[in-house]
């Protein structure tokens, strides 16, 4: 990917979409994480894992290509911001939006290597209008 399709990539729109944490799925993440199940229809942390990709209407895989990664070994996760403004509970039909907001080509002085950082962030909107939840993914593509 040249430099300049990478900076054309910040303010690209994931197709959004809509999305609702059943409490089955919610039982079973929250188990498979050894916790106790949370009770008054609270949804685990965990969940911002998967949720807001699904219900941004894309994939791990559509953002691979997206970011012109080679595949799972090119990507390193440099971190993640989970910003919770209130509850995620389940059963609610949340609208989720999302974007590409950061990009940058780093060259390695030692090494000479590129790599791109690549930032989308995705938000969780209730029936209501008010933002729930925001998830930054923060990711290294090596060239």
Known sequence: MSEEDLHALVGHRLP??????????????????GSDQLGDDLVHPVALFHVPIQGA?????????????????????????WEYFAPLREGVRYQIDGSVTEVERTVSEQTGRIADRFVYTIEMIDPDGVLIARVTNHWRIRR
């Open 16 to 33: 959004g979409g809509t999305r609702t944490i059943e409490h089955w799925e919610n039982w079973l993440l929250t188990d498979c994480t």
């Open 57 to 81: 209407g894309t994939s791990i895989a559509e953002l691979f290509e997206l970011c012109g990664a080679r595949g799972a070994g090119s990507v390193g996760l440099d971190g993640y911001d």
